[in-house]
C-alpha cells in the first residue's frame, strides 16, 4: 500500500501547526529513513560505531527540533532527512579524524575510483566521507543545483525522476547536471585543477 498520500497529510498538518503530525509522521515513513540510514552506513568503514537504529533517531531529533524547516511535501522531507544523516556522518567521520590524528583529515586519493566506489574504502572510509563533503561544499559553492542534485541522488538515494520533481526541472536537467556533477566531483577529489 502507497503512503504517500497519507505522507503528505501528515506533512501538510505539521506545515499547519500540529506537532504530533512529526510523530506520526516519523513513524510511518520509519521503514524508509531505515533504508537510507543502512545505504549512508554501507559506505561507512568496518567497525563504525553508528548503527542504522541509532543514526535514524538522531536524524529524528534534529528534525524535530530544527523549527525552521517544514517540508513541502514527501521529497523534500527525504531530501531534509538525507542531508540530515549526512551531516551526522560528516560531524562523526570529522571526531574520528580528530581523535585518530590530532585533528584535520587526511589527503584520500581516489585515482582508480569512479565516484560510486569513493567511498568503498575499508579503513580510509571516514576520510573519503570528509574528503567528498568538502567536494560537495565546494561544487556547491560554484553551482548550487549540481550539488543539490548530487546530495538527492548519491547521499538521498532517490531516483532521477524525484529528483528532477523535487527540484522543479526536467528530467535531462538532472541527468546533464548528475553527469556534470559526477565528473567534476571526481576530477576534484582527484586532486585535479578545476577550471571557475
Do not use: C
Not at 550539488?147 to 523535487?166: K, W
Request: glycine share 8%; hydrophobic share 45%; aromatic share 10%.
Amino acid at each position: 500500500m502507497d503512503a504517500s498520500p497519507q505522507i503528505t497529510a501528515l506533512i501538510a498538518e505539521w506545515r499547519a501547526g500540529n506537532e504530533q503530525a512529526f510523530d506520526q509522521l516519523y513513524v510511518l515513513v520509519y521503514d524508509e529513513l531505515r533504508k537510507l540510514a543502512s545505504g549512508y552506513l554501507r559506505r561507512e568503514r568496518s567497525g563504525h560505531t553508528l548503527q542504522t537504529t541509532a543514526l535514524v533517531n538522531e536524524a529524528y531529533l534534529k528534525l524535530q527540533n530544527h523549527g525552521d524547516w517544514l517540508p513541502e511535501n514527501r521529497l523534500h522531507f527525504f531530501g531534509v532527512a538525507a542531508r540530515v544523516m549526512r551531516q551526522i556522518l560528516i560531524d562523526h567521520a570529522r571526531a574520528r579524524a580528530q581523535e585518530k590524528r590530532g585533528g584535520g583529515a587526511a589527503f584520500v586519493s581516489l585515482e582508480r575510483l569512479s565516484l560510486d566506489e569513493a567511498l568503498s574504502f575499508s579503513d580510509e572510509k571516514s576520510a573519503a566521507l570528509l574528503a567528498l563533503d568538502e567536494a560537495l561544499q565546494q561544487l556547491s559553492a560554484r553551482d548550487r543545483r549540481k550539488g543539490q542534485v548530487v546530495e538527492l541522488r548519491f547521499f538521498g538515494g532517490l531516483t532521477i525522476e524525484e529528483t528532477a520533481s523535487l527540484l522543479g526541472t526536467s528530467f535531462n536537467t538532472v541527468v546533464r547536471d548528475w553527469e556534470m556533477a559526477r565528473a567534476w566531483l571526481y576530477r576534484y577529489l582527484q586532486g585535479g585543477t578545476i577550471a571557475n
